[in-house]
Each structure stands twice: as structure tokens, then as C-alpha cells.
């Protein structure tokens, strides 16, 4: 074992990745808290400097996927494409078998440039969560409870207001709805042979209701 890698595996080097990522999350959600005073006088001016204030947080979740755990994204693209991404607004699928699949896609928004500004659809208990959960609060991330006929019209309107955005940014989304278990995956193909739609082997039935909303509010951006 290397050097690098033998400080990985010692506690004190985890000790110490979690102190500098709390100390520094509450702090930086701190300074949050006092951007509010721009929003009345400039939205724009607030947006953009929360966009910085995030990425000094997810940049360091990104370090630890990269750096700490050694996991490397392969990105697959028409080459005709790929000078598009980063300069323009986008809607991400990812699918969701694992805790840290968010992690992957905040990996290829580091590489494009568009991590501090990047969005998801969460779970409205995420807003309460210290750090990450304050930050995407300041960044406008769209919460839902998962009741549609609650959230459609607060999702609506949130998704409305980030046509405006300063800043690109890529609206990351997992058209599963929830994470991939075999409980989950047996009663989503339960669902599936009712409604007479294909069963899926490996994911589970896409709830299209909140990517069809997405991609109406966002259209054209």
C-alpha cells in the first residue's frame, strides 16, 4: 500500500475530512443566512453568489468520490454534443440504485463547470437536513412531499421560477422516484403488469409525472 493510500484507510484522515466539512458547511450556510438581505434588492446578485457558497460544499463531496474513494465516471456522448455541455441549460436522468448515485451526476457537473448552480428534485425532509439540506434551500432546489396532489402546484411554480436563473445549471432528476430495493422493485412491477406496461428487469416503473413537469416549466430556458 502507498502512502496515499494508507492515509486514506487511517481514522484520523476521516476524522479529519468530517471536521472540515461540518466546520466549514455550517459556516458557509452562516453567510447563507445573511444573503437574504439581497434577495429584496437583487435576486440575481443573491443567485449567483449562492452558487459560489454551494460549491465550496458539493465540491468537497465531489473530492471524496473522486480522490478518497477512487471512483471514476465514464461519460459517453455524441462528439458533436459535447461542446454544448455546460454552456446550456439541462435535464439530467439518472437512475437510482445507489445512496451516492447524486454523486455521480454532481461529478459531470464539476467537469462542465455548472456544480454550484446544479439542481434536483428532493424530498421536502432534505430542506431540514444541516449543510447540504440549508444549502439547496438557498440554491432553490425544488422539494416535494411526493403527494402530487400537493406537490403539483408548489413544484410547478418553483420550477417557473428558476427560468430566470443567472446562472446554467443542470436539473438533475431521478425519474424513479426513490431508490432501487428488490421490496421496491417487486411492487413497481406489480404496478407495471396491472397498468400493462413493459416489466423492468433492473429499474424501476419511471413516475413521468414530475419529469413531464420539468420539462414543461423548463422548455426552451
Same mark, same amino acid.
Given at each position: 500500500?502507498? &502512502?496515499?493510500?494508507?492515509?486514506?484507510?487511517?481514522?484520523?484522515?476521516?476524522? *479529519?475530512?468530517?471536521? &472540515?466539512? @461540518?466546520?466549514?458547511?455550517?459556516? @458557509? #450556510?452562516? &453567510?447563507?443566512?445573511?444573503?437574504?438581505?439581497?434577495?429584496?434588492?437583487?435576486?440575481?446578485?443573491?443567485?449567483? =453568489?449562492?452558487? %459560489?457558497?454551494?460549491?465550496? &460544499? !458539493? !465540491?468537497? $463531496?465531489?473530492? *471524496? *468520490?473522486?480522490?478518497?474513494?477512487?471512483?471514476?465516471?465514464?461519460?459517453?456522448?455524441?462528439?458533436?454534443?459535447?461542446?454544448?455541455?455546460?454552456?446550456?441549460?439541462?435535464?439530467? @436522468?439518472?437512475?437510482? #440504485?445507489?445512496? =451516492?448515485?447524486?454523486?455521480?451526476?454532481? #461529478?459531470?457537473? +464539476?467537469?462542465?463547470?455548472?456544480?454550484?448552480?446544479?439542481?434536483?428534485?428532493?424530498?421536502?425532509?432534505?430542506?431540514?437536513?444541516?449543510? @447540504?439540506?440549508?444549502?439547496?434551500?438557498? *440554491?432553490?432546489?425544488?422539494?416535494?412531499?411526493?403527494?402530487?396532489? +400537493?406537490? %403539483?402546484?408548489?413544484?410547478?411554480?418553483?420550477?417557473? #421560477?428558476? %427560468?430566470?436563473?443567472? +446562472?446554467?445549471?443542470?436539473?438533475? =432528476?431521478?425519474?424513479?422516484?426513490? %431508490?432501487?430495493?428488490?421490496?421496491?422493485?417487486?411492487?413497481? $412491477?406489480?404496478?407495471?403488469?396491472?397498468?400493462?406496461?413493459?416489466?423492468?428487469?433492473?429499474?424501476?416503473?419511471?413516475?413521468?409525472?414530475?419529469?413531464?413537469?420539468?420539462?414543461?416549466?423548463?422548455?426552451?430556458?
Amino acid at each position: 500500500m502507498d &502512502i496515499v493510500g494508507f492515509l486514506k484507510s487511517q481514522f484520523i484522515c476521516h476524522l *479529519l475530512i468530517c471536521y &472540515i466539512f @461540518i466546520v466549514s458547511g455550517l459556516i @458557509i #450556510n452562516f &453567510i447563507q443566512l445573511f444573503t437574504l438581505l439581497l434577495w429584496p434588492i437583487n435576486k440575481q446578485l443573491f443567485r449567483r =453568489i449562492n452558487c %459560489r457558497l454551494a460549491y465550496c &460544499i !458539493s !465540491s468537497q $463531496m465531489v473530492m *471524496l *468520490l473522486e480522490w478518497w474513494s477512487g471512483t471514476d465516471c465514464t461519460l459517453y456522448t455524441d462528439p458533436e454534443s459535447y461542446h454544448k455541455y455546460g454552456k446550456e441549460n439541462a435535464i439530467v @436522468i439518472l437512475n437510482h #440504485n445507489f445512496e =451516492i448515485d447524486f454523486l455521480c451526476g454532481w #461529478n459531470f457537473c +464539476e467537469r462542465f463547470g455548472v456544480l454550484g448552480s446544479s439542481k434536483v428534485l428532493a424530498k421536502k425532509e432534505l430542506s431540514y437536513m444541516p449543510i @447540504i439540506g440549508w444549502m439547496w434551500y438557498f *440554491l432553490e432546489i425544488v422539494f416535494c412531499k411526493r403527494k402530487w396532489e +400537493e406537490d %403539483r402546484k408548489t413544484v410547478m411554480q418553483k420550477l417557473l #421560477n428558476l %427560468r430566470d436563473y443567472p +446562472e446554467n445549471f443542470w436539473f438533475l =432528476i431521478h425519474c424513479e422516484g426513490t %431508490r432501487f430495493t428488490e421490496q421496491k422493485h417487486q411492487i413497481s $412491477m406489480q404496478v407495471a403488469e396491472a397498468k400493462g406496461l413493459p416489466k423492468l428487469k433492473y429499474h424501476l416503473l419511471p413516475r413521468t409525472k414530475g419529469f413531464a413537469v420539468t420539462v414543461q416549466c423548463l422548455r426552451n430556458v
